[in-house]
């Protein structure tokens, strides 16, 4: 007897979709043998398709769910013979809860009227041990639409959840780190804050007590512990500033830089009338960020650009925006020291100062919290600069999604 | 701490050198005397209610201003508030809450059990000598206590 060789095509709902695959189907000429018997025989062709992949379980089921081909991924997976699993109901695939609750029969029920189901969750194999699966289960069908049988496909995902698993787990440690370690920064300067005003004020107390009677060495130590004393309180206090900063999400909203930047300068104007300090301020966008932060990354740029301009005699501070591949760019520009290319990258880092403290005062957390707050808002910021020839600080604000309820500016 | 003038404002403050630094702010202006220092929530509690190591205490109705640490060891700051706002003897002292902290859930928290005042000790001796001495200036000459202040003597 001569049958036309099978067609393969795909079965209606076979399209690959997350972890599903495409499955071939095999459809037989209507006037030919018995269905049972085509899908048996079609097994040839089956095992030139599946065969080769041994990471998946291949097999086909009758119209009543009953196994009627094994390929050796499913062996490999579940870990029946094709003798031993041929002719047995494909529930046996299940966990017991599943079972009783007539799951495999419902799935069977929803692969014939969809032509598809795609289901992930826990398998039994032969042992009894249980392992997580991708299913896809497809009905075959003949050329009258009658319901053939299914082409089961089983992926053991067990491994592929772990790893899964694992890196939600790693991501939410490390969260947990970070929020402690914030918690410790934050509740270690609030602690430290009460021994320095003890120190600080003990020694003001006692240079009262001794009074003009002062030995000149003594009230130079005495100087000594109160400058020690207040330093530490400002490195305390900022760096409890940059722990409550960490702990802050950036609430963005639409916001008028033109205006916020006139805040700032009206802030910092005692320090720029102080000295003869020019600002030229451009035109600026409307950008989508966190007003608040916004206005600490210019209150620090504009005051670095005041600071390290004082020794010139006409300071020139200069604030605009360019834009770059469609993006507004954002500079603050200054003509004052500037320093050395080389050590750039410090400029970002917690206590990194490039200049000497008899030169120029400062803790060198100010840029720390700029960058902090940039990257709260996908940006970007870097500078440029030369000894001598003033600096130049630049920063994007990425793509922050604004806060649809406010609007500012 | 000294008996011969009555005490005006109870102190209860653990740390032993801010206590110092807090009588020596109010020393300046001539208030140091008049202040009693407790170091724990219960001491608070005894002295202010003549129990234990003060039952021999006379309720005295001179107080005008408790000054309470939130940070203070056995019974917190917060629970002492709680307790003497619930007494009637009590009830009408003003509080004045001095912390380390501005943590928002604290300051809450402590308007809602009734302080009269919320005050984070600055970090800035100068500043802190500063804050003491209006606080100290304020509750105990400035300020007129209530009414009811005269009668606690007369409760128990
Ligand atoms: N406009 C500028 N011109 C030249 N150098 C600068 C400029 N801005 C920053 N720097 C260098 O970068 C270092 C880090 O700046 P940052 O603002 O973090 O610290 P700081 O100004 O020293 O201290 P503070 O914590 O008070 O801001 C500075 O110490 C300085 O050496
Ligand atoms: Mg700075």
Known sequence: ???????????????????????????????DSPLLDALMDGESVHQLLVDSRGDYAVFMLDSNGIVASWNKGAEQIKGYSRDEIVGRHFSVFYPAEDRT???????????ARDGRFEDEGKRVRKDGSEFWANVVLSAVRD???????????????????????????????LEAVNAELEAFTYSVSHDLRAPIRQIEGFSKILEEHLGKSLDPQVEHYLRRIQDGSQQMGRLVDDLLHLAQLGRQHAKPRLTSLDSLIDEVLTNLRAEIM??????????????????????VVFTNLVSNAVKYTRRREKAVIEIGHVVKDGEPVIYVRDNGVGFDMKYADKLFGVFQRLHRAEEFEGAGVGLA?????????????????????????FFTLGTAAPDETTHTG | MNSKRSIQM???????????????????????????VVHDGVETLDFLFCRGEYADRLQEPSIRVIVLDVKLPKVDGFEVLRELKADARTRSIPVVMLTSSNIERDVARGYQLGVNSYLQKPIDFERFRE??????????????????????????
């Open chain 2, 131 to 156: 804050t003491v001495r209006h606080l100290g200036l304020y509750w105990m000459t400035m300020n007129e206590p209530p009414p009811v202040w005269s009668r606690i003597g007369a409760g128990q």
């Open chain 1, 101 to 111: 609750r007539g799951k495999p029969e419902r799935e069977l029920v929803i692969a």
């Open chain 1, 274 to 295: 102080e000295r003869d300090v020019k600002c030229r301020v451009g035109a600026l966008p409307t950008v989508v960020c966190d007003p608040g932060l916004m206005k």
């Open chain 1, 143 to 173: 050329r009258t639409d009658a319901l053939v049988g299914f082409v089961k496909v089983t992926r053991d995902l067990t491994e592929e959840r772990a790893a899964r698993e694992r890196a939600l787990t790693n991501a939410q440690a």
């Open chain 1, 1 to 31: 007897m001569v049958r036309e060789p099978p067609k393969v095509l795909t079965s209606s709902g076979g399209e690959t979709k997350g972890q599903g695959v495409a499955l071939p189907v095999m459809v037989y000429p209507a006037q």
């Open chain 1, 369 to 393: 919290t700029v960058s902090r707050i940039i990257r709260k808002h996908n940006g970007t910021i870097w500078a440029e600069a030369a000894p001598d020839q003033g600096a130049t600080f």
């Open chain 2, 10 to 36: 109870l102190l209860a403050e653990d740390n032993a050198s801010d206590a110092d630094l807090i009588l020596a702010s109010l020393a300046k202006v001539g208030l140091a005397e008049v202040i009693h």
